[in-house]
């Protein structure tokens, strides 16, 4: 038969157990937060955003010329990839995309930069994307690689876009150290 102390030991064990990885997590988390904001991580994340925002300069022009910095803005940014680190990044890309001049699910992707839209000869583009017309510059490409279906609604493009900016600058380094 059971008796009652030692039901009592065993569901004071359990819930001992379950108190100290409690207070172990709290303790844990609590500790890597002073290692990251000491080490100046934290903050750094946020300087990288502000950095990635700053006008060239610093300053704007009184007559409007915010637009224009604001371009100036992404170029720098972009300008800014590692082309290493977009090469990894574009395994993500490869499943429907190659860098040899040969398509796959998705057009060839080598010489992309500068390229006009939807301007791989052959390839069967969806009428939204053939409609869209330009060219692929960096901002656009940057806004493409954030979100596809936002950028050209109506695309096949099933791929729901990269988030990180670091990410989608160093994956333009990439396709831009690919050439044409």
Do not use: Q
């Not at 102390?5 to 997590?25: I, S, T, Y």
């Not at 955003?49 to 700053?54: G, N, Q």
């Not at 060219?135 to 695309?155: F, Q, R």
Request: with cysteine; aromatic share 8%.
């Amino acid at each position: 038969m059971f008796k009652t102390m030692n039901v009592l030991k065993a569901a004071g064990a359990l819930l001992g157990a379950f108190l100290f990885f409690l207070v172990a997590n709290t303790a844990s988390n609590a500790l890597f937060t002073i290692g990251d904001t000491a080490h100046g991580e934290a903050e750094g994340e946020h300087a990288e955003v502000a950095m990635m925002t700053a006008t060239p300069g610093g300053l704007l022009d009184a007559d409007g010329g915010e637009e224009a910095a604001a371009e100036e803005e992404v170029v720098v940014a972009l300008d800014g990839g590692d082309a290493a680190k977009g090469e990894k990044v574009f395994g993500k890309c490869k499943a429907c995309h190659k860098v040899d001049g040969s398509n796959g699910t998705g057009p060839h992707l080598d010489g992309v930069v500068d390229r006009a839209v939807a301007g791989v000869e052959g390839f069967g583009y969806s009428d939204a994307m053939a409609a869209h017309g330009g060219t692929w510059t960096l901002e656009a490409l940057d806004a493409w690689l954030a979100k596809p279906k936002d950028y050209i609604p109506g695309n096949k493009m099933s791929f729901a876009g990269l988030p990180k900016a670091e990410d989608r600058a160093d994956l333009i380094a990439y396709l831009r150290s690919l050439g044409g």
